[in-house]
Nanobody, 124 residues
Framework: VQLQASGGGLVQAGGSLRLSCAAS????????AGWFRQPPGKEREVVST????????SYADSVKGRFTISRDNAKNTLYLQMNSLKPEDTALYYC??????????????????WGQGTLVTVSS
């Protein structure tokens, strides 16, 4: 499975961005998915996860109420809508896929498939 993330950029605090992650080479709808981010000089951390059919999601406390994860299995695409962005949201954002029931979904080790990352920079 290959993943291509896009949609990052430079935005002012309070602004919005929508990240996309296009999947190819596999049956997208059979995988659970997640978004992770890696701030400068820090470790990669989970942002949000979603199940195979998109009816169950989880969020890191730091983004609850501001970010929304979604997926369109017909388009083989994962999304992350980010609103009310803060400077501390600045990071390289990664999408990832995993087999259902393979771990909690909150750790990088749970995911065998990764996109290349898209940079989000939020200015104050």
């Amino acid at each position: 499975v290959q993943l291509q993330a896009s949609g990052g950029g430079l935005v002012q605090a309070g602004g919005s961005l929508r990240l996309s992650c296009a999947a190819s080479g596999g049956t997208f709808g059979t995988y659970a998915a997640g978004w992770f981010r890696q701030p400068p000089g820090k470790e990669r951390e989970v942002v949000s996860t979603i199940n195979r059919n998109g009816n169950s999601a989880s969020y890191a406390d730091s983004v609850k109420g501001r970010f929304t994860i979604s997926r369109d299995n017909a388009k083989n695409t994962l999304y992350l809508q980010m609103n009310s962005l803060k400077p501390e949201d600045t990071a390289l954002y990664y999408c990832a896929l995993r087999m259902p029931y393979s771990g909690s979904g909150y750790y990088t080790a749970d995911y065998p498939y990764w996109g290349q990352g898209t940079l989000v920079t939020v200015s104050s």
